[in-house]
């Protein structure tokens, strides 16, 4: 079994920047893709970034591209987020996931994962 515990956020004007990590326990995660996700007030739950169990292949959602850069830690097992440049549309309750996968296949879907994170809130003033 693995847990997932995001901290990280806060509240931030427009342009700043937030490091979201995602520290887990219990299992390795080594062999883990993981991904993370975003959820605003009244919109369904999107991919923000994800990275593939191997680390070398990352998916950005397009409004996040250059802004956003997902990454992983695997001696400490944890994963981040670090967002700049941040916008008022990014605020959401962010989660991370993870899957069990080794190779390249980057899971962007929320069904592809079996462990999450309780979330955490991103809240960028205008």
């Known amino acids: 079994q693995v847990q997932l515990i995001e901290s990280g956020g806060g509240l931030v004007q427009a342009g700043g920047s937030l490091r979201l990590s995602c520290a887990a326990s219990?299992?390795?995660?080594?062999?883990?893709?993981m991904g993370w996700f975003r959820q605003a007030p009244g919109k369904e739950r999107e991919i923000v970034a994800a990275?593939?169990?191997?680390?070398?292949?990352?998916y950005y959602l397009d409004s996040v591209k250059d802004r956003f850069t997902i990454s992983r830690d695997v001696a400490q097992n944890t994963a981040a987020l670090q967002m700049n440049s941040l916008k008022p549309e990014d605020t959401a309750v962010y989660y991370c996931?993870?899957?069990?996968?080794?190779?390249?296949?980057?899971?962007?879907?929320?069904?592809?994962?079996?462990?999450w994170g309780q979330g955490t809130q991103v809240t960028v003033s205008s």
């Open positions: 219990g299992r390795t995660f080594r062999s883990y893709a």
């Open positions: 996931a993870a899957t069990e996968g080794s190779g390249s296949y980057v899971e962007i879907y929320g069904y592809e994962y079996d462990y």
């Open positions: 990275i593939s169990g191997s680390g070398g292949y990352a």
